[in-house]
């Protein structure tokens, strides 16, 4: 009788490094405020007519009260602030790069990346996977992690995911997946988001949301790790469910799908949501993720130290937490960044992660978690060694 050989257990994952960068420019609120402020004025008054006709409805002039109020936000980092202040452009206005010259993601990442190595205790030249996860790529291809790896000096593979702002869980996931595997032992995850790219900063809803930097993460075999942090990966999970209310339809289709006389409307291609569908829809279904994952593992929510949760909105991220403790977190349980960083998409969480744990202790318990577009939601359920 044949018998079977008893698999040999999986390797134990670790997160052994992270790293964080972000542009030296900030805008405050009240920035954002004047300048939108202007760009609405001549907007309302332009279209004057048409708006007496009722054929289209006045822009709302913004203000700081509601940015707080309505998302906790109080400042960005951006890779370019004159354009986005100038009342006749509301975008940044970056330099076109040529190809022999490192591309503006490829650069944003490597201080980040090279933080995250230095502590793992690793060198470029070990690396032997690189996954670039964010919200908006800035081209199809050659892939931008290919260029990464090109300019640390890495080996093995890499390639481009997008999940949106679950990007940097969906790839973390996936490098924990190749570790165990076997087709990689040092997985760097880097998550260049410029997001002000795709923003909306001509509508008072959404002017307000982004902010830019780059995040890095180091994950090894715990066999292999010698950095003087570790933290152990318990367990991944992720969920997905379609869903129009965060939508950005900026595509290589874009040229080919008009017709004549039927062009796109701008604002369709970048950010739009349906916020207060959004806000009813993603809490109910980010706790019950977390709350079944935590149950997957035997680990009881008031078990967890802290959440690392994605940084969107300050009033998302109370009320998943409440559905996962049953009370409203203290700030030391779900620290916030959004107040200084806005939404970086799937850079928020891992911000997070990297600002708030050097205070935790060796068998605390973590949960970094992103939510967003898709929908879609991540989690990674950490315990520091």
Known sequence: MLRCMPLPAAPTVVISGTGLSHPPHTISNAELVASLTESVL?????????????????????????????????????????????????????PLRSEDELGIQAEMAIPAIMEALDQAGRRPDEVDAIIVGCSNLQRAYPAVSIEIQHALGAGGWAYDMNVACSSATFSMQAAADALRSGSARCVVVVNPEITSGHNNFELRDFHFIFGDA?????????????????????????????????????????????????????????????????????????????????????LDAAAVRRFWLHQAN????????????????????????????????????????????????????????????????????????
Not at 319 to 327: D, F, P, S, Y
Request: net charge negative; glycine share 8%.
């Open 214 to 298: 780059c995040t890095a993460v180091v994950m090894e075999r715990a066999d292999d790790a010698t950095g003087a942090e570790r933290w152990v990966v318990l367990g991944t999970k992720l969920e997905t469910q379609f869903s129009n209310n965060i939508r950005n339809d900026f595509g290589f289709l874009n040229s080919s799908e008009a017709r004549p006389g039927e062009e796109r409307d701008p604002h369709d291609l970048i950010f739009r949501q349906r916020g207060q569908q959004v806000f009813k829809e993603v809490c109910p279904m980010v706790a019950t993720h977390i709350t079944g994952h935590l149950d997957a593992l035997s």
């Open 42 to 94: 001549r907007w309302n008054d332009e279209h004057a007519d048409e708006i007496a006709r009722g054929e289209l409805a006045a822009r709302p002039v913004p203000d700081e009260e509601f940015i707080v109020k309505a998302s906790g936000i109080r400042s960005r980092y951006v890779m370019e602030k004159q354009g986005v202040l100038d009342p006749d452009r509301m975008r940044p206005l970056l």
């Open 314 to 385: 300050l009033k998302m991220n109370q009320l998943i937490a409440k559905g996962v403790l049953g009370r409203v977190p203290t700030d030391d349980e779900a620290p916030v960044v959004l107040d200084e960083f806005a939404n970086t998409s799937s850079a928020g969480s891992v911000i997070a992660f990297h600002r708030h744990r050097a205070d935790l202790v060796s068998g605390d318990v973590g949960v970094i978690c992103s939510f967003g577009a898709g929908y879609s939601v991540g989690s990674i359920v950490a315990r520091k060694c």
